[in-house]
């Protein structure tokens, strides 16, 4: 099973949290690619856009989407409240050192238009795009006395050689002693943070990218325009179930990939979503009358509760071999979905 792409689920905006940031790549001496010439035209969502900037090589890798600046226009700024669980979606762990990478680096992740943290720790990169402003970086990178290189139409600065980690150095000392960007990369009004070039090069686009892939693209187009998203080949298994209860809930082959995603507007109700692309429509179709059953009468294996005291306005289709999953939250924040997908307990599939 994958390493889980690192989520926010409390964000601390004012301090350095205990968790390090989880952003890190294999070594590469090869250029980054053209982040601007991997498509003739631009897809039509930034869920999609993200997808295009997404390397793959090899098996598609878990990916985390948000759109940072319009869920704080929707919250008014606030970190709480119905939209909570949306809050720093897509930065990996950097919305949790906002202040520090502000003061240290030049930037605020919490301003991008759109953001895509995409691999398995610690070789994963994290595309911040549409920033108001990343003049900055390149003033903060002098002080840290990054070095400066220019590959296709990215300005790479290099603070610290990939993976190396210090408590001693400028960076060391404002994340705590953890781990902390080694590497950055600006074109245009995109920026990418990663622990090693490789991680630059995952969110840089490429000859093969997720727009490729079938099943992601499908997942895309179920989920929508959503604010926060999550999607996977390999969705968890609740490590607290017995061997013998996990053997039975694990997704049958017939699931290709997962997407699951937050969505709305300010004012509204958040709405969850959860995608499921199968192997063939007959699949989905039974796959579709599982997931029904497991929501009417089942409960969740993380808390015990109904699933129906968890979700309300509770709606499942198929179109082709996609099955799609809408309900709202019962009570409290959205985003009973995106925590179910973290915990391994997603109705009909993992619980």
Same mark, same amino acid.
């Given at each position: 099973?994958?390493?889980?792409?690192?989520?926010?689920?409390?964000?601390?905006?004012?301090?350095?949290?205990? =968790? %390090?940031? @989880? &952003? /890190?790549?294999?070594?590469? +001496? *090869?250029?980054? !690619? #053209?982040?601007?010439?991997? $498509?003739?035209?631009?897809?039509?969502?930034? =869920? %999609?856009? @993200? &997808? /295009?900037?997404?390397?793959? +090589? *090899?098996?598609? !890798? #878990?990916?985390?989407?948000? $759109?940072?600046?319009?869920?704080?226009?929707?919250?008014?700024? @606030?970190?709480?409240?119905?939209?909570?669980?949306?809050?720093?979606?897509?930065?990996?762990?950097?919305?949790?050192?906002?202040?520090?990478?502000?003061?240290?680096?030049?930037?605020?992740?919490?301003?991008?238009?759109?953001?895509?943290?995409?691999?398995?720790?610690?070789?994963?990169?994290?595309?911040?795009?549409?920033?108001?402003?990343?003049?900055?970086?390149?003033?903060?990178?002098?002080?840290?006395?990054?070095?400066?290189?220019?590959?296709?139409?990215?300005?790479?600065?290099?603070?610290?050689?990939?993976?190396?980690?210090?408590?001693?150095?400028?960076?060391?000392?404002?994340?705590?002693?953890?781990?902390?960007?080694?590497?950055?990369?600006?074109?245009?009004?995109?920026?990418?943070?990663?622990?090693?070039?490789?991680?630059?090069?995952?969110?840089?686009?490429?000859?093969?990218?997720?727009?490729?892939?079938?099943?992601?693209?499908?997942?895309?187009?179920?989920?929508?325009?959503?604010?926060?998203?999550?999607?996977?080949?390999?969705?968890?298994?609740?490590?607290?179930?017995?061997?013998?209860?996990?053997?039975?809930?694990?997704?049958?082959?017939?699931?290709?990939?997962?997407?699951?995603?937050?969505?709305?507007?300010?004012?509204?109700?958040?709405?969850?979503?959860?995608?499921?692309?199968?192997?063939?429509?007959?699949?989905?179709?039974?796959?579709?009358?599982?997931?029904?059953?497991?929501?009417?009468?089942?409960?969740?294996?993380?808390?015990?509760?109904?699933?129906?005291?968890?979700?309300?306005?509770?709606?499942?289709?198929?179109?082709?071999?996609?099955?799609?999953?809408?309900?709202?939250?019962?009570?409290?924040?959205?985003?009973?979905?995106?925590?179910?997908?973290?915990?391994?307990?997603?109705?009909?599939?993992?619980?």
């Amino acid at each position: 099973m994958h390493r889980r792409v690192p989520v926010i689920t409390a964000v601390a905006l004012a301090a350095p949290a205990a =968790l %390090a940031l @989880a &952003l /890190a790549g294999c070594s590469s +001496s *090869g250029p980054l !690619p #053209d982040p601007t010439s991997t $498509r003739p035209s631009a897809p039509a969502t930034p =869920l %999609a856009r @993200a &997808l /295009a900037t997404v390397r793959v +090589s *090899g098996s598609a !890798p #878990d990916v985390q989407f948000g $759109r940072p600046a319009e869920v704080l226009r929707i919250t008014g700024g @606030a970190v709480s409240g119905p939209y909570s669980a949306a809050v720093g979606y897509g930065t990996g762990d950097l919305a949790q050192y906002a202040r520090i990478t502000s003061d240290v680096l030049g930037f605020d992740p919490m301003q991008a238009a759109y953001a895509v943290t995409a691999g398995s720790p610690p070789r994963s990169g994290t595309l911040l795009a549409g920033m108001p402003s990343l003049s900055a970086v390149a003033t903060k990178a002098k002080a840290l006395k990054a070095t400066t290189s220019a590959q296709g139409r990215q300005t790479v600065y290099r603070c610290r050689p990939d993976y190396r980690i210090s408590a001693t150095d400028a960076l060391g000392k404002a994340f705590g002693g953890g781990l902390s960007p080694n590497v950055l990369s600006v074109s245009g009004s995109d920026l990418r943070v990663a622990q090693a070039a490789a991680g630059l090069a995952a969110v840089s686009g490429g000859a093969h990218t997720l727009a490729d892939d079938a099943d992601y693209r499908a997942l895309a187009d179920c989920l929508g325009d959503p604010l926060a998203a999550e999607l996977t080949t390999d969705p968890p298994v609740d490590p607290h179930l017995p061997a013998s209860a996990a053997a039975t809930t694990t997704p049958a082959r017939s699931v290709r990939a997962v997407g699951v995603g937050l969505s709305g507007s300010k004012g509204a109700r958040p709405a969850d979503r959860m995608c499921v692309a199968a192997d063939s429509a007959g699949h989905a179709a039974r796959l579709a009358a599982t997931i029904r059953a497991a929501l009417a009468r089942g409960r969740s294996t993380a808390t015990g509760q109904p699933w129906k005291e968890l979700l309300t306005a509770v709606s499942v289709s198929t179109s082709g071999s996609v099955v799609a999953v809408s309900a709202r939250a019962a009570s409290g924040p959205g985003g009973v979905l995106l925590q179910a997908l973290q915990r391994g307990d997603l109705p009909g599939l993992t619980g």
